[in-house]
């Protein structure tokens, strides 16, 4: 591990043998001489290995921060948490979908747009990334769902998943966040989107609360949030999924599990 | 990692620590050198596996965005010159781009996702399967398409597009510090068919080539208006029907 030589060339053998001889010709000529000379060409070499070690690891925390913050995104963003979706964004950064807006009115443009579906979710599947000492350019690709809302049935109070509206199609989405990333004091937030909608498609719309039941909520209430998560029971799961449904339909909710 | 950095940490302080008699000092120096050379090592290995991963993880990605911008030279820049590639039947790698661009030109729209991958690496050679969803296949109608410029363009009407899963299954080599597909098989696992929206119909940015906004240095916001000048040179039927086979 000490001493290792590149690829085996005949060249670097040969310097090797020749190393090996002054270092036993030294040995037997001066030990304290050659101990301190070995111990300063050793720290000289760890000095290389870690400045190697050093950019690659950046790399790899710089592009691992970018992907976890474009995830805290898509998270706030499905579970209505304006605190996330915003702490992922500079003050003064630019959205636009369409529109330029500012960070607060994306924040609640995005979520009152949302509360319109009975259910939504935003996958992030991959990033390509290129960082300039604090800038990088990035391109996340995404996968989103938007369930259509029975507004019919919806329940008074804060905004939450609803009913599905079977006879309207449910959108499975495909596009990307093209961005404009800045670190600052060590942390990388967006300071431009840009979204672009590739492709989009439409579905036969199926209503999970009503079928299967739905644990999901958009407040931090889910069960995402819990520390520490605990196991949760039938009855626990089935309270959490009746939520939703209440107040205007005791048929069909509790029993559907 | 952590832990042995934290190692790493020890043994300097150790080493800084050292204030005993002259004649044991070089031999404890050189004894928690050796110790911090084997952390260095252990750090170094553990660095590799991240960032072999990463470099490969980056090449699928690459080549997906290659694909789906039409961009040959990301096509051709994730393969070495003399690899198999096969989607049923082998495509020579000078063919592949080509190939592949004007096969996604016949729909309207299409995307290409790498979900995850898993990873097998043995030296200079790595085993990969990288998890792909896509999207494609939406009939293209062509009366609408610009002539000369490939874009992103109409659907008709009524049309289905495919929804897939598959998997690339790939080995990889590395030349230097340049990991590439040496062997791409595709492996198709699920097709279902969807509607497709027409979205262009109402104005689409994206482009098959470097116009695209993901192009840009650095990434400024698009007033509306730029927005609006690039949807609309994707709405605006500009090519006769005659015209339109040439498009390609």
């Known amino acids: ?257 | 990692m952590s832990g042995r950095l934290a190692g790493v940490a020890v043994v300097l302080a150790v080493c800084a620590g050292c204030d005993r008699p002259a004649a044991t000092d070089a031999t404890a120096d050189t004894a928690s050198l050796e110790a911090l050379d084997t952390q260095l090592a252990a750090l170094e290995a553990d660095v590799e596996v991240l960032a072999t991963y990463e470099a490969i993880f980056e090449n699928e990605l690459e080549y997906t965005r290659g694909l789906d911008r039409h961009d040959e030279t990301l096509e051709n820049a994730v393969f070495w010159r003399e690899a198999a590639i096969s989607y049923g039947t082998l495509v020579p790698f000078d063919e592949l781009a080509a190939w592949a661009n004007a096969s996604h030109a016949n729909s309207a729209a299409h995307q290409h996702h790498v979900t995850g991958l898993t990873l097998d690496v043995d030296g200079d050679t790595a085993h990969e399967e990288g998890y792909i969803v896509y999207s494609s296949d939406m009939q293209r109608d062509k009366s609408h398409d610009r002539v000369g410029v490939p874009t992103p363009g109409r659907v008709v009407p009524g049309s289905y597009a495919t929804l897939g899963t598959g998997r690339y299954v790939n080995r990889y080599e590395r030349r230097g510090d340049d990991w590439r597909m040496i062997v791409h098989e595709y492996v198709h696992d699920i097709s279902m068919r969807l509607e497709a929206v027409d979205l262009c119909a109402t104005g689409c940015i994206g482009r098959w080539d470097r116009t695209d906004i993901s192009y840009l240095r650095p990434l400024a916001p698009l007033t509306v208006e730029e927005r609006q000048t690039r949807a609309e040179q994707s709405k605006t039927p500009q090519a006769t029907p005659d015209a339109a086979g040439e498009a390609r």
Not at chain 1, 67 to 75: E, G, I, S
Request: glycine share 8%; aromatic share 8%.
């Open chain 1, 1 to 257: 591990m000490l001493g290792r030589i590149g690829n085996g060339s005949r060249l670097a053998a040969a310097f090797a043998t020749l190393g090996v001889a002054v270092i036993v010709f030294a040995l037997v000529r001066a030990p304290e001489a050659q101990e301190s000379v070995s111990s300063a060409a050793l720290i000289a070499s760890l000095q290389a290995r870690l400045a190697a070690v050093d950019p690659q690891v950046r790399y790899l925390k710089d592009r691992r921060d970018i992907f976890d913050v474009q995830k805290r995104y898509t998270r706030g963003a499905d579970r209505h948490d304006k605190d996330l979706v915003r702490s992922a964004f500079w003050p003064e950064a630019t959205i636009s979908f369409g529109t330029p807006m500012t960070r607060d009115e994306y924040v609640d443009w995005e979520e009152s747009a949302l509360a319109g579906y009975a259910a939504h979710q935003h996958h992030i599947t991959g990033q390509t990334v290129e960082v300039d000492g604090d800038v990088a350019h990035v391109e996340s690709y995404v996968i989103y769902f938007l369930v259509p809302r029975d507004r019919s049935v919806d329940a008074t109070g804060p905004a939450t998943l609803g009913r599905a509206w079977t006879s309207e199609k449910t959108r499975l989405g495909s596009g990307r966040y093209i961005e404009r990333w800045e670190r600052r004091d060590g942390e990388w937030k967006i300071l431009v989107r840009e979204y672009v909608e590739d492709l989009a498609l439409l579905g036969d719309t199926v209503d999970l609360c009503s079928s299967r039941g739905c644990l999901g909520t958009w407040d931090r209430t889910d069960l995402s949030y819990v520390r520490p998560l605990e196991h949760q029971t039938a009855e626990q799961r089935q309270a959490r999924g009746d939520v939703n449904l209440e107040p205007r339909h005791p048929q069909g909710s509790g029993g559907a599990r």
